[in-house]
């Protein structure tokens, strides 16, 4: 486990004061290693998990040659390019029983989609393409089809023996469906990470406390914990925290003796007269960046170390939008790292602005978007109204972030901008 120094000392141009929202990334992934406790569980519960080990087919999928369409199949060397070919009828194969008569030169079966190709036969006509040509015969036009066409092959999805899933997949629906078609009831993955969050400050009230002057909800809790429930983590919710030393070491050292990551919202900014950052330094290795960005400039990372145990922490701003924005930029791949999950390229959509921008070169800026289509289809994104960085409202109407990158200057009408979509993201 590195510390922060000689993390920084292996980062060129790493300035704490004014850091790229570009560098961050390749910092994190240096502060946090992933887990690699391992769990067999039932592939009803599989969903989101990362897998632990490559996945090696057991069996070939699909097991045997067979029929891609409900046609009739035959020999596809009979085929002539400027003849209609006309076949004899001779039985019919069902999907999931097997076929066992003989079928030779001039005749064909009748077989359903799914169903096992009988030996020397290669070729499907779909009925649709096929006309009656008299009792238990059909006719194949000449030109519409080649042999082998509509033959599924044993194998084709995946060969017994070859890699099905790489270590570190996030089984998806498709991922559990395709463990499922290779007959595992089970799957090995990687245990999940457990990740302590609160609140800190003391004009934040808990739901059900009652409203006070200069008191505001505490919302970032909610959004932390929904973002955290989509990634499959393990939650420990420690609620609000006063801005008090004793009850700020509490929670910090009970979050550290638990959790692989400590996720705090507020108390980070600079002009802060308060001990959050005053216990973070006390109890860990933490550094204070200002980050060139907006929302979210100020942020907290490092270690909170407990009896002798390291929880990474991530102190983010106390600003609704910059808690959002933070999480999804940093945090989120960071802990997908702890997962031990494959590294995801974020997948930026590009979409023409239908507005002027004002943007500043020399930081990264994030905007609260909707993309719709627009009548021609091309993508349009529009921002969503007040871009304030404690307004969530324009942030819950918003269906992704536009990202204006660090060089990035004024986006004029028109100009096509970078979008990451919430969905398959929060
Ligand atoms: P701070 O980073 O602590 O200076 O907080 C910046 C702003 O975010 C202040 O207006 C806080 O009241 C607000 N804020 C801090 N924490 C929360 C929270 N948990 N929920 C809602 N607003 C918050
Ligand atoms: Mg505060």
Redesign the pocket.
Known sequence: MKSLDQIAAQLQGYDPQALRADAVGEFLARLVEPVTDRERVSLFDAGGRVLADDLISPISVPPHDNSAMDGYAFDGAQLQADAPLDLTVVGTALAGKAWTGRVGPGQCLKIMTGAIMPAGLDTVAPQELTQPAGEARIRIPPGILRAGDNRRFRGEDLMQGQPALAKGTRLGPAACGLIASLGLPEVDVLRRIKVAYF???D??LSLGDAPREGA??????HTVRALLARLGCELIDLG?VRDEPIALEQAFTRAAAQADAIIT?????VG?ADFTKAMMKQLGDVAFWKIAMRPGR?MAVGRITSDGRAAALFGL????VAVMVTFLAFVRPALLRMMGAQPEPMVLLKAHSTERLRKKPGRTEYQRGIVRAAADGTLQVSITGNQGS?VLSSMAQANGLIVLHHAQGDVAVGDEVDVMMFEGVV
């Open positions: 609140s800190t400050g004009e934040i505001v909800y505490d919302s970032n809790r609000v919202s507020g108390g980070v900014s802060e100020p701003p106390g600003n609704p404690g």
